[in-house]
């Protein structure tokens, strides 16, 4: 459910947001320069692999801020606290940013990851293209609106006339119990989250069809970003240096994941992972770096936007038939 009435939420939010705890700082006390940066994320999510990066080297004081990580149950909580101010940043998608900027509020992101997730089936499965889902029980993760599955169904749809939900059986869950229910056999195929889908290559299955082949497919030229850091443009406007400062030390996050391995094995724990399965995470993680300017990823969200809104609706992107100017932030340091 989209959320627009602010004044309603800010309560919510400060609520939500004052019951839970930030964590620790690995860095020293800041100096009185330092300018403190809020971010809200889910505990247990991805996001939280990078941060930990950043507040274990540092890279947020070295840049100029003090980065306070709070961590929410859900989604929703998050979304609640960012359009009531109650904190600075949060990661979230281009479609729900996009509608909260036609909606007139004032959002917008900076790329953070490409990875998305994929159609996966057992190794061993006869269903070897899109046409063969016909007939078999899908499990679904993220819910009927979620846009891996409108992507891909938009290219069943345009290559073989083929409407998914209406010839196959679908199943929508929670992400760890839709992987559950693929390794018992339950279901014949299962669409989830890129960091589930990893784990399952490890233990006997195979991609498909990946989010990403839909999105080119159907007019993307590139990897489009999945999911952005995503804050009010007042608050960048108001402080020029704490959002540099975060994006620079998001970036060099980034660029130790993406080279050392030792990282990778020091986030072990916290990945829950080992072996095989955490360098399979790794390695899907590093294919989601953004790579590309964020014109050009802007451009091919805008063409993926209009594909995402016939097929979805009004209950995705609103009344807006295009995606909001100023969804991707345009001051991006170079």
């Given at each position: 459910?989209?959320?627009?009435?602010?004044g309603?939420?800010?309560?919510?939010?400060?609520?939500?947001?004052?019951?839970?705890?930030?964590?620790?700082?690995?860095?020293?006390?800041?100096?009185?320069?330092?300018?403190?940066v809020?971010?809200?994320?889910?505990?247990?999510?991805?996001?939280?692999?990078a941060?930990?990066?950043?507040?274990q080297?540092?890279?947020?004081t070295?840049?100029?801020?003090?980065?306070?990580?709070?961590?929410?149950?859900?989604?929703?909580?998050?979304?609640?606290?960012?359009?009531?101010?109650?904190?600075?940043?949060?990661?979230?998608?281009?479609l729900?940013?996009?509608?909260?900027?036609s909606e007139?509020?004032?959002?917008?992101?900076?790329?953070?990851?490409t990875?998305?997730?994929?159609?996966?089936?057992?190794?061993?499965a006869p269903i070897?293209?899109?046409?063969d889902?016909?007939?078999?029980?899908i499990?679904?993760?993220g819910?009927?609106?979620?846009?891996?599955?409108?992507?891909?169904?938009?290219?069943?749809?345009?290559?073989?006339?083929?409407?998914?939900?209406a010839?196959?059986?679908?199943?929508f869950?929670a992400?760890?119990?839709?992987?559950?229910?693929?390794?018992?056999?339950?279901?014949?195929?299962?669409?989830n989250?890129?960091?589930?889908?990893?784990?399952l290559?490890v233990?006997?299955?195979?991609?498909?069809?990946?989010?990403?082949?839909a999105?080119?497919?159907?007019?993307?030229?590139?990897?489009?970003?999945?999911?952005g850091y995503v804050?009010?443009?007042?608050?960048?406007?108001?402080?020029?240096a704490?959002?540099r400062?975060?994006?620079?030390?998001s970036?060099?996050?980034k660029?130790?994941?993406?080279?050392?391995?030792?990282?990778w094995?020091?986030?072990a724990?916290?990945?829950?992972?080992?072996?095989?399965e955490?360098?399979?995470?790794?390695?899907r993680?590093?294919?989601?770096?953004?790579?590309r300017?964020?014109?050009?990823?802007?451009?091919?969200?805008?063409?993926?936007?209009?594909?995402?809104?016939?097929?979805?609706?009004d209950?995705l992107?609103g009344r807006a038939?295009?995606?909001?100017?100023?969804?991707?932030?345009?001051e991006?340091?170079?």
């Amino acid at each position: 459910m989209m959320i627009s009435r602010r004044g309603t939420l800010r309560l919510a939010a400060f609520g939500t947001a004052t019951a839970l705890v930030p964590r620790p700082s690995f860095a020293t006390a800041p100096s009185f320069a330092t300018a403190r940066v809020r971010i809200g994320v889910l505990k247990f999510g991805t996001v939280s692999w990078a941060l930990d990066t950043l507040k274990q080297h540092k890279f947020d004081t070295a840049n100029g801020i003090d980065l306070e990580i709070i961590d929410f149950a859900g989604e929703d909580a998050t979304n609640v606290a960012m359009l009531a101010g109650a904190i600075d940043i949060i990661v979230s998608d281009w479609l729900w940013v996009s509608r909260q900027r036609s909606e007139g509020v004032d959002l917008t992101l900076v790329p953070y990851s490409t990875a998305v997730g994929a159609i996966m089936v057992k190794e061993a499965a006869p269903i070897r293209t899109i046409i063969d889902l016909k007939g078999k029980k899908i499990g679904v993760a993220g819910g009927p609106l979620d846009k891996s599955w409108l992507l891909i169904q938009a290219l069943a749809r345009r290559d073989h006339g083929l409407d998914l939900p209406a010839t196959s059986d679908i199943v929508f869950g929670a992400p760890p119990l839709i992987s559950e229910k693929a390794m018992q056999g339950e279901l014949d195929a299962v669409l989830n989250f890129w960091h589930f889908c990893a784990r399952l290559e490890v233990n006997g299955f195979r991609r498909l069809i990946g989010a990403d082949d839909a999105a080119k497919a159907l007019g993307a030229s590139g990897a489009v970003s999945a999911l952005g850091y995503v804050f009010h443009d007042k608050w960048a406007n108001e402080n020029p240096a704490a959002v540099r400062g975060f994006i620079k030390a998001s970036a060099q996050s980034k660029d130790l994941l993406a080279r050392s391995d030792d990282e990778w094995l020091r986030l072990a724990p916290i990945i829950r992972a080992q072996g095989k399965e955490l360098a399979k995470l790794r390695d899907r993680y590093r294919e989601g770096i953004p790579r590309r300017p964020v014109a050009e990823d802007a451009a091919d969200a805008g063409r993926l936007y209009r594909v995402l809104a016939e097929i979805g609706g009004d209950k995705l992107v609103g009344r807006a038939p295009e995606m909001a100017p100023g969804t991707f932030w345009q001051e991006l340091p170079k």
